[in-house]
């Protein structure tokens, strides 16, 4: 509901209570002491009850007509005039004709002859029709008469000076309006709450703003104030409890974004949480929110490999190399295959990765190349793929001892053969 509307609301809703007022003030007064006669005449005492008898039925339009000749008449005493303006200017915003229902009423507070409820009533009014005109110091200034006149502000009094004060970037004076407002309330208000936060979080007063953020996601739990929170708890190293609210957030199904999943995935990760990680990116990539990336293809495969899924893993890192420009995830894949000791699988992945090219450390892939033939008895292709891999400063070393195992392996292969005893 927009600021607009609630003006409109609030000032029909106390268009009787003004009404009431100006005529039942006869009663009151002659209880009182004053030197101000709140006595309507005959005539517009007339007119006012005809207005409040239209405004019963909505009909603000005609009881507009009823009031506007009044409004000309420079003849009335000040209470009639006054009551008349007031009168006017709220038949006027229960139309949203919000720029002459001020200047009414202005009119009527600058006459100044109103009792004092009524008085207050129009302060309060007013300042709600300049704070929807954004005319926020004129607003601060007819609120604040307004407390100084009122024995118990209200909530929402202090919840409009708050808005006020925060558009005039008066962040102090703010700050103490929003604290009030909070405290004033009967429960817990998301609106006030939520200004609060924000000015809360301007004044940089960071453990105030947690608090505030624990009431409103207890309260009213929603996306916004569930991602706020795990942010400020990071922000105060309370790592834990950031990730326990980013996960009842996904639990909500309120992590519908790429960006949301994957660095929620990515603290699991970081907090030694693998499984967790990889069932998040892999129900993100089932419900089409997480593209089949190499990078998240990647990440899914980093998280079962944490797991020690490693079955599971082959097929994201499969497709992963599938996609990748370069061959750097066939060798990964094969790393796989070779801890199963899956020696075909393995060098499938390593030609496919030679293949492709563009390794960081072409020696590697032949090394393991090798190392794959050389298990599963293939000596000639374990011998050419060694040879390959001694060409490499990083891996020269390692294929020469290889290449020891390949010429010891040949050569019982050959005295086994002639029937010779590869013992002597």
Not at 76 to 85: H, M, T, W
Not at 164 to 175: G, I, M, N, R, V
Not at 212 to 228: D, W
């Amino acid at each position: 509901m927009t600021l607009r509307r609630l003006v409109s609301i609030a000032l029909c809703v106390s268009f009787v209570f003004v009404i009431a007022t100006a005529l039942g003030a006869r009663a009151e007064e002659k209880e009182k002491v004053s030197k101000k006669n709140f006595v309507p005449s005959e005539a517009v005492g007339r007119r006012l009850l005809k207005v409040s008898e239209l405004a019963e039925k909505e009909n603000y339009a005609e009881a507009e007509a009823v009031l506007e000749p009044l409004t000309r008449n420079t003849r009335l005493n000040k209470f009639d005039r006054a009551s008349v303006f007031q009168s006017y200017g709220l038949m006027l915003a229960a139309q949203e004709k919000y720029k002459p229902a001020t200047a009414a009423f202005e009119t009527a507070l600058g006459i100044d002859y109103l009792p004092d409820a009524a008085m207050q009533s129009l302060r309060y009014n007013l300042a709600q029709m300049h704070l929807a005109e954004e005319n926020f110091p004129r607003a601060i200034a007819l609120l604040e008469e307004w407390r100084r006149n009122e024995e118990k502000p209200n909530a929402q009094a202090e919840f409009l000076l708050t808005l006020a004060y925060a558009q005039t970037e008066q962040w102090d004076k703010a700050l103490e309006h929003g604290r009030a407002a909070v405290a004033l309330s009967d429960k817990p208000v998301e609106q006030r709450l939520g200004m609060l936060l924000a000015i809360e979080f301007q004044n940089n007063n960071l453990p105030e703003s947690l608090a505030l953020l624990e009431q409103l996601v207890r309260h009213f739990p929603k996306k916004r104030y569930m991602m706020q929170l795990a942010a400020a708890y990071s922000t105060l190293d309370e790592e834990s409890r950031s990730l326990a609210v980013l996960g009842l957030a996904e639990q909500q199904g309120w992590l519908d974004h790429e960006s949301e999943i994957l660095h929620l995935a990515q603290r699991y990760a970081s907090e030694d949480l693998p499984w967790p990680a990889a069932n998040l990116v892999r129900r993100g990539m089932k419900a089409g929110i997480v593209t089949r990336s190499v990078e998240n293809l990647e990440l899914l495969s980093n998280a079962l490999l944490a797991a020690r899924e490693y079955k599971k893993a082959i097929r994201p890192l499969s497709d992963a190399a599938e996609l990748s420009p370069n061959g750097d995830l066939y060798v990964r894949l094969a790393q796989v295959h070779i801890e199963d000791e899956s020696w075909s699988e393995a060098r499938a992945a390593l030609d496919a990765a030679i293949a492709k090219g563009g390794l960081d450390s072409p020696g590697n892939a032949y090394l393991l190349l090798g190392i794959s033939n050389y298990n599963d008895d293939r000596l000639k292709p374990a011998r050419k793929a060694f040879s390959r891999a001694l060409t490499d400063d990083d891996t020269s070393s390692s294929a020469e001892r290889w290449l020891e195992y390949v010429e010891r392996a040949e050569s019982e292969r050959e005295q086994e053969s002639s029937g010779a005893d590869p013992r002597t």
